[in-house]
């Protein structure tokens, strides 16, 4: 039998990647040439250690848009109410609907909580009746529109902090 010396194992995120992701935090176009400076490492470290905790999913680099400024017309949330012995089968039909951006798996009787962008009322009445409530399992939903965007912050740092 092999002895599995830690080769599988993610590795956890230190200091140095909790300064990265603070900077990144703060200005997700910073170049890794900038992060290296300010950390005081090497750029090939800022590199290395940057494509490994995107490759862990630790984070993601993308543009944070506001959707309503983009014309998409309803914004929103739902939750999504199922029968629990069927959970691994609805989310993966979840994850196949493009305008469910945001998919969380829930405490407190729900099941799933979704965020979604659509270009209009069609669309929202598409998303709920003719997808989402057709997925074998869903109990019923529930959906909340977002009117204005209030606070949307995204430099929370680490845990680590």
Known sequence: MKKNHGKNKKRQIDAVDCRMIRLLQKDGRISNTDIAKEIGISEATVRTRLNRLIKDEVIQIVAVSNPLKLGFKIVGHIRIYVDIKKMDAIIAQLKKLKPLWFIVQTTGGTGID?????KDLDELNRLIFDKINHID??????TGMFLKYIKRQYDWGTALD
């Open 114 to 118: 979704t965020e979604f962008v659509v």
């Open 137 to 142: 399992g869903v109990q019923r939903t529930k």
